[in-house]
């Protein structure tokens, strides 16, 4: 048997186990070093792999995020957020038809936002929700599913531990994949909603109503949700605009919601070393997941199954799209079976190179050229400004100094004056300096882009434009396709969560609530399965929507 053979053979071994109950990450770690010791014919590789995997796995400092927004997510539990933002959700939309499942949904998408973690939103917001729900009359088959699919708003909506896994699998940045789960996951939300409002029409007696409250409770109420946006606002906002990378972001995370735990009073002692323990024994299952992925990744790699199975389908002439649908489709079937960290680590390595092969057409060189140029030309101003008022932001003086006098010998050559004497340059003439160039040729620049058409390697290096060619291209490509491919398998992921008969949301809801037999949960949950294969859908047809926030 080839060492090919031998990889393809190792997928149906390594699901044989896991369907017999395996532990996921025991179940790669033995398939991988199986694998290893057959295909290398001895344990040399096997030993040294041993020996070196374990370090090299988990001295990656980007792991480090993990155990960070999983405490965030504990101390998050224990502070009361969930209750006020359902009670400040129930308090505006409680008294319309269906208004405190939408509450619920709303509730469950923020505590997903200081969360990240799919059963954690599930479990905590079922214990502040469902009572709720059946106090106003709300079917016991509808409020589960209800709260099943809200809790899938954890692993969606920034932060997500999946996504970070996702990250460090495909080599992406994690502050950028965040940005781009933001508007699919205000989607899902609002899809779920939609959701509730059609089916509460068609079963009206599955919602019973409530009265509304007054405008000064639900003024009061949504000022209660303060630490959450609190929060979100600092972690979230804090990464993007570069105060801190996302590790640390997550770090401050879990230390302001543990702060507000201990000052609401609900974090004692005992609370505190619960939640770390609990961290922790999550920590452990997933990395010991992560090294099990990373032995199983390694011998794919040696049997080169992921090249392999990308030059087949690159060759079959598929068109790009049938390919992408082809994979989302098995990640459907398949997460119905197994949990969503599982089916990253397994099947990404697998599947993210065939995604990297194909050009999906997602940006043009006319964009790249026309953004990079936009850019360009405001960093021109911005400098200009600097150097009118004396100081750069970041630059040293010495070489502000040799920037004040490039300047000034730019300006000399145009006739324009001195720095000093400039009062109100024109913005093509701040571009032609700042790009050591003239004004026609900047013009001449944003007309071709204007145009349509594409510039030069001349024009470009006329004006100093870099990072728009056509290997730059490539690149971005690249990024914005592993980015996009990310957020849908994230959310087909999700769909496999709610989805039966082994959706794992539906077990932790149904745990929760031993009076409604699971097949009324899995009845009123195939409506939020529907709305999230049409948000599949959407998304598919319409890659702009999870790109249009992030730059080019």
Same mark, same amino acid.
């Given at each position: 048997?080839?060492?090919?053979?031998?990889?393809?053979?190792?997928?149906?071994?390594?699901?044989?186990?896991?369907?017999?109950?395996?532990?996921?990450?025991?179940?790669?770690?033995?398939?991988?070093?199986?694998?290893?010791?057959?295909?290398?014919?001895?344990?040399?590789?096997?030993?040294?792999?041993?020996?070196?995997?374990?370090?090299?796995?988990?001295?990656?400092?980007?792991?480090?995020?993990?155990?960070?927004?999983?405490?965030?997510?504990?101390?998050?539990?224990?502070?009361?957020?969930?209750?006020?933002?359902?009670?400040?959700?129930?308090?505006?939309?409680?008294?319309?038809?269906?208004?405190?499942?939408?509450?619920?949904?709303?509730?469950?998408?923020?505590?997903?936002?200081?969360?990240?973690?799919?059963?954690?939103?599930?479990?905590?917001?079922?214990?502040?929700?469902?009572?709720?729900?059946?106090?106003?009359?709300?079917?016991?088959?509808?409020?589960?599913?209800?709260?099943?699919?809200?809790?899938?708003?954890?692993?969606?909506?920034?932060?997500?531990?999946?996504?970070?896994?996702?990250?460090?699998?495909?080599?992406?940045?994690?502050?950028?994949?965040? /940005?781009?789960? #933001?508007? %699919?996951?205000?989607? $899902? *939300?609002? &899809?779920?909603?939609? +959701?509730?409002? =059609?089916?509460?029409?068609?079963?009206?007696?599955?919602?019973?109503?409530?009265?509304?409250?007054?405008?000064?409770?639900?003024?009061?109420?949504?000022?209660?949700?303060?630490?959450?946006?609190?929060?979100?606002?600092?972690?979230?906002?804090?990464?993007? /605009?570069?105060? #801190?990378? %996302?590790?640390?972001? $997550? *770090?401050? &995370?879990?230390?302001? +919601?543990?702060? =507000?735990?201990?000052?609401?009073?609900?974090?004692?002692?005992?609370?505190?070393?619960?939640?770390?323990?609990?961290?922790?024994?999550?920590?452990?299952?997933?990395?010991?997941?992560?090294?099990?992925?990373?032995?199983?990744?390694?011998?794919?790699?040696?049997?080169?199954?992921?090249?392999?199975?990308?030059?087949?389908?690159? &060759?079959?002439?598929?068109?790009?799209?049938?390919?992408?649908?082809?994979?989302?489709?098995?990640?459907?079937?398949?997460?119905?079976?197994?949990?969503?960290?599982?089916?990253?680590?397994?099947?990404?390595?697998?599947?993210?190179?065939?995604?990297?092969?194909?050009?999906?057409?997602?940006?043009?060189?006319?964009?790249?050229?026309?953004?990079?140029?936009?850019?360009?030309?405001?960093?021109?101003?911005?400098?200009?400004?600097?150097?009118?008022?004396?100081?750069?932001?970041?630059?040293?003086?010495?070489?502000?100094?040799?920037?004040?006098?490039?300047?000034?010998?730019?300006?000399?050559?145009?006739?324009?004056?001195?720095?000093?004497?400039?009062?109100?340059?024109?913005?093509?003439?701040?571009?032609?300096?700042?790009?050591?160039?003239?004004?026609?040729?900047?013009?001449?620049?944003?007309?071709?882009?204007?145009?349509?058409?594409?510039?030069?390697?001349?024009?470009?290096?006329?004006?100093?434009?870099?990072?728009?060619?056509?290997?730059?291209?490539?690149?971005?490509?690249?990024?914005?396709?592993?980015?996009?491919?990310?957020?849908?398998?994230?959310?087909?992921?999700?769909?496999?969560?709610?989805?039966?008969?082994?959706?794992?949301?539906?077990?932790?809801?149904?745990?929760?609530?031993?009076?409604?037999?699971?097949?009324?949960?899995?009845?009123?949950?195939?409506?939020?399965?529907?709305?999230?294969?049409?948000?599949?859908?959407?998304?598919?047809?319409?890659?702009?929507?999870?790109?249009?926030?992030?730059?080019?």
């Amino acid at each position: 048997m080839s060492v090919l053979e031998l990889g393809y053979l190792s997928f149906p071994i390594l699901l044989i186990m896991i369907f017999l109950r395996a532990p996921i990450g025991l179940a790669m770690l033995v398939v991988g070093l199986g694998g290893l010791y057959y295909a290398t014919g001895g344990t040399t590789v096997f030993l040294a792999k041993l020996k070196s995997e374990v370090y090299t796995t988990f001295s990656s400092y980007s792991l480090s995020i993990i155990p960070m927004f999983l405490l965030m997510g504990q101390f998050a539990t224990l502070s009361g957020m969930s209750t006020a933002l359902f009670k400040a959700a129930e308090s505006w939309l409680g008294h319309r038809k269906g208004g405190v499942a939408m509450a619920s949904v709303g509730a469950c998408a923020g505590f997903g936002s200081i969360c990240g973690s799919s059963l954690a939103t599930a479990a905590t917001m079922s214990r502040v929700a469902l009572p709720e729900l059946r106090r106003y009359g709300y079917s016991g088959g509808f409020s589960t599913a209800t709260l099943a699919a809200g809790g899938t708003l954890g692993i969606l909506i920034p932060p997500s531990v999946i996504l970070v896994i996702y990250a460090i699998l495909t080599e992406q940045n994690i502050a950028k994949l965040f /940005l781009a789960a #933001f508007i %699919p996951g205000v989607l $899902a *939300a609002i &899809g779920y909603m939609i +959701t509730i409002s =059609i089916y509460v029409r068609l079963y009206p007696d599955a919602a019973g109503t409530r009265e509304p409250v007054p405008y000064s409770e639900r003024i009061r109420a949504l000022l209660d949700v303060w630490p959450v946006l609190l929060v979100f606002g600092l972690v979230v906002g804090g990464i993007y /605009l570069g105060w #801190f990378t %996302p590790t640390e972001g $997550a *770090a401050v &995370g879990a230390a302001g +919601t543990g702060l =507000i735990a201990l000052v609401s009073g609900q974090l004692d002692w005992a609370r505190f070393k619960e939640s770390i323990i609990s961290t922790a024994q999550a920590t452990a299952m997933i990395f010991f997941i992560v090294l099990g992925a990373g032995f199983y990744n390694s011998f794919l790699a040696l049997s080169q199954v992921p090249q392999e199975l990308s030059n087949t389908i690159v &060759g079959l002439g598929w068109s790009p799209w049938m390919v992408l649908i082809i994979i989302l489709a098995f990640y459907l079937v398949f997460g119905c079976l197994m949990d969503s960290l599982s089916m990253i680590l397994l099947t990404i390595p697998i599947f993210f190179p065939i995604i990297s092969n194909l050009d999906f057409g997602l940006i043009s060189l006319h964009a790249l050229q026309e953004a990079r140029f936009e850019s360009w030309f405001a960093e021109a101003q911005m400098w200009f400004e600097g150097l009118q008022a004396g100081a750069i932001e970041g630059m040293r003086e010495s070489r502000f100094a040799r920037e004040l006098e490039g300047a000034n010998e730019q300006m000399a050559v145009l006739g324009l004056g001195t720095v000093a004497d400039a009062a109100s340059l024109a913005p093509m003439q701040i571009a032609a300096i700042f790009g050591e160039t003239t004004p026609d040729v900047v013009q001449a620049a944003r007309a071709t882009l204007e145009s349509g058409a594409t510039l030069d390697d001349e024009t470009m290096k006329a004006i100093g434009l870099r990072g728009a060619n056509e290997s730059n291209l490539a690149r971005v490509s690249l990024e914005h396709v592993a980015i996009w491919f990310g957020i849908l398998v994230l959310i087909v992921v999700e769909v496999g969560l709610i989805t039966p008969p082994v959706g794992m949301n539906l077990f932790i809801i149904n745990a929760m609530d031993r009076k409604t037999p699971m097949v009324e949960t899995y009845k009123a949950v195939m409506w939020f399965v529907t709305s999230d294969i049409v948000r599949v859908a959407i998304l598919v047809a319409f890659p702009v929507i999870t790109l249009f926030l992030i730059p080019v």
